[in-house]
């Protein structure tokens, strides 16, 4: 009896998906905390296909990996986070375009 699991292609192509709308929205929004969302669904992206290829190939490796991307992933929300409260205490704007970290 054929299992009922979706293949393994499926779960890459929604890793390419999210992957995708992370990296548009990193190019086009002009929020920083949006473009610190968005590089979020771009590291859970590496971890879904992470995941998928440690699966196809019976390899724990993979699996392992992700944790280490989770760890990195949630450095970098607690620094980046504290980094736009700071400059929106400073300045009172996120907008990533009107920032520049020289003249302040």
Same mark, same amino acid.
């Given at each position: 009896?054929?299992? *009922? %699991?979706?293949?393994? +292609?499926?779960?890459?192509? #929604?890793?390419?998906?999210? &992957?995708?709308?992370?990296?548009?929205? #990193?190019?086009? !929004? !002009?929020?920083?905390?949006?473009? +610190?969302?968005?590089?979020? /669904?771009?590291?859970?992206?590496?971890?879904?296909? *992470?995941?998928?290829?440690? !699966?196809?190939?019976? =390899?724990?490796?993979?699996?392992?990996?992700? +944790? &280490?991307?989770?760890?990195?992933?949630? %450095?970098? %929300?607690?620094?980046? /986070?504290?980094?736009?409260?700071? /400059?929106? !205490? $400073?300045?009172? =704007?996120? =907008?990533? $375009?009107? *920032? $520049?970290? &020289?003249?302040?």
């Amino acid at each position: 009896m054929e299992s *009922l %699991a979706p293949n393994a +292609f499926s779960y890459l192509a #929604v890793s390419i998906v999210m &992957f995708a709308i992370g990296t548009i929205g #990193v190019m086009t !929004r !002009r929020n920083g905390i949006v473009v +610190f969302m968005c590089i979020e /669904l771009m590291l859970n992206a590496v971890n879904l296909s *992470l995941v998928t290829f440690s !699966r196809m190939h019976n =390899d724990p490796t993979g699996s392992m990996l992700v +944790f &280490f991307v989770m760890c990195v992933a949630a %450095a970098e %929300a607690v620094v980046g /986070l504290s980094i736009i409260i700071a /400059l929106f !205490r $400073n300045k009172l =704007d996120i =907008d990533i $375009n009107n *920032l $520049n970290i &020289f003249k302040w």
